[in-house]
Nanobody, 127 residues
């Protein structure tokens, strides 16, 4: 069983920055895919970014490319999402998720590949 705890959400004005953290505990693979997802009110959950610890490859949604950066500190079992130049449309609840198994998932931004989820952290961007 993997436990994930997100933190770092908050309220910020458009153009500002936030850094989200996702701390993992319990049984975690040394190799894993971690994804960040978000859900805005009335909208479906969407994949934002992902990282695979095996080769440090990352993937981003087009809407956040160049603004968000995902990184991982294996020693701390923590994944970060640095968000810059935030826009009103970035508002939502952000979740981190851990994929099942040690292999890189074929669709890193597809929630169906992830088995464990955190409780989410709210990000509110005011325009």
């Amino acid at each position: 069983q993997v436990q994930l705890v997100e933190s770092g959400g908050g309220s910020v004005q458009a153009g500002g920055s936030l850094r989200l953290s996702c701390a993992a505990s319990g049984y975690t693979y040394s190799l894993n895919s971690i994804g960040w997802f978000r859900q805005a009110p009335g909208k479906e959950r969407e994949g934002v970014a992902s990282i695979y610890s095996g080769d440090k490859t990352t993937e981003y949604a087009d809407s956040v490319k160049g603004r968000f950066t995902v990184s991982q500190d294996l020693a701390k079992n923590t994944v970060y999402l640095q968000m810059t130049r935030l826009e009103f449309e970035d508002t939502g609840v952000y979740y981190c998720a851990h994929a099942t198994g040690p292999s890189k998932v074929p669709e890193p931004l597809n929630a169906e590949w992830y088995n464990w989820w955190g409780q989410g952290t709210q990000v509110t961007v005011s325009s």
